[in-house]
């Protein structure tokens, strides 16, 4: 028997707002996070709201620090500095 997915909500990192635009651009679940990775979701999230500020720390790397299970803030300078190059935006 498979373990239950866990959802989006249950992610260290992933607030009320964050887990709302993750589950309108088809993220409900961890696995859901890791097949598509924190670049596709923020590019994703980005698409569904253009012209409003979506900032890297809050999103791009909380994603990524929360399939980590750390802070977002404690993901290192050079994997953030990669998660900038693939969504295509300089630091």
């Excluded at 590019?43 to 809050?58: H, L």
């Amino acid at each position: 028997m498979s373990p239950k997915p866990r959802p989006i909500e249950e992610l260290r990192n992933i607030g009320p707002t964050v887990a709302a635009r993750l589950r309108e651009v088809g993220i409900r679940t961890r696995a859901e996070l890791e097949a598509a990775g924190p670049a596709e979701a923020y590019r994703r999230i980005c698409a569904k709201y253009p012209g409003k500020t979506i900032p890297v720390c809050y999103y791009l790397y909380s994603l990524e620090g929360a399939l980590r299970d750390r802070h977002w803030d404690d993901i290192g300078r050079d994997v953030k500095q990669a998660l900038l190059e693939q969504v295509g935006r300089n630091r």
